[in-house]
């Protein structure tokens, strides 16, 4: 079952904040943050495991709440180059291989 | 750095043609997967591939499709009698392990589109 995320579209002006959610109705071991700019390949941003974890570089960062399913992306201080859409991915606990996509949140980050 | 490659990076083709969209993993991964993506959707998981069986495939991948790892380093995706509905971008995605922890890293992508 898919992930959910929300928003499904914002635009910032650069260096405005933003946050996009992902959450599941199934328990998850992993969550998965890949950017994808038009026309080209997902390219994979981070991963967080169960437990609470949170990650971050530069001025991106992530954080897993397993108890309530969600994931939370955090962009801060945004730039032009962080236009795209942002898709998470989860894993369960069951087929652990695959990556399962939500439909992805666009962020248009303007001057 | 080491990347995943795909060609064609554009195939066209007419409706119950058969195509086989090519990719080569980065050299030590171990697993490798397909996804596609159609346009302005999400992407969607194929099938999984490990130690030259398939290891898990959604419902999309039916028995039009097949995958194989013909020598060490090209991995290919076919499909026998294409449809109009197979029009997409097909990404091939290769990682070192597999399971949860493991980074997919994917190719640059096909875009296959069926007249």
């Known amino acids: 079952q898919q992930p959910v995320q929300s928003p499904q579209a914002v635009i910032l002006r650069e260096g405005e904040d933003a946050v996009i959610n992902c959450s599941s109705s199934?328990?998850?071991?992993?969550v998965h943050w890949y950017r994808q700019k038009h026309g080209e390949a997902p390219v994979f941003l981070m991963i967080?495991?169960?437990?609470?974890e949170q990650k971050g570089h530069d001025k991106i960062s992530a954080s897993f709440n397993e108890k309530k399913q969600q994931s939370s992306l955090y962009l801060t201080a945004s730039q032009l180059s962080y236009s795209g859409t942002y898709f998470c991915?989860?894993?369960?606990?069951?087929?652990?291989?695959?990556?399962?996509f939500g439909i992805g949140t666009k962020l248009q980050v303007i001057p | 750095e080491p990347e995943v490659t795909q060609t064609p990076s554009h195939q066209v083709t007419q409706m119950g043609q058969e195509v086989i969209l090519r990719c080569v993993p980065i050299?030590?991964?171990?697993?490798f997967y397909w996804y596609r993506q159609i346009l302005g959707q999400k992407v969607e998981f194929l099938v999984s591939?490990?130690?030259?069986?398939?290891?898990?495939k959604s419902e999309i991948f039916d028995d039009q499709f097949s995958v194989e790892r013909p020598d060490g380093s090209n991995f290919t995706l076919k499909i026998r009698s294409t449809k109009l509905e197979d029009s997409a971008m097909y990404f091939c995605?290769?990682?070192?392990?597999?399971?949860?922890?493991?980074?997919?890293?994917f190719g640059p992508g096909t875009r296959l589109t069926v007249l």
């Open positions: 991915g989860t894993q369960g606990s069951g087929g652990y291989q695959k990556v399962t």
């Open positions: 050299s030590n991964h171990l697993y």
């Open positions: 591939f490990y130690n030259n069986e398939i290891s898990e």
């Open positions: 995605a290769s990682s070192l392990r597999g399971g949860p922890t493991d980074t997919q890293y």
């Open positions: 967080l495991l169960k437990g609470g």
């Open positions: 199934k328990a998850l071991y992993s």
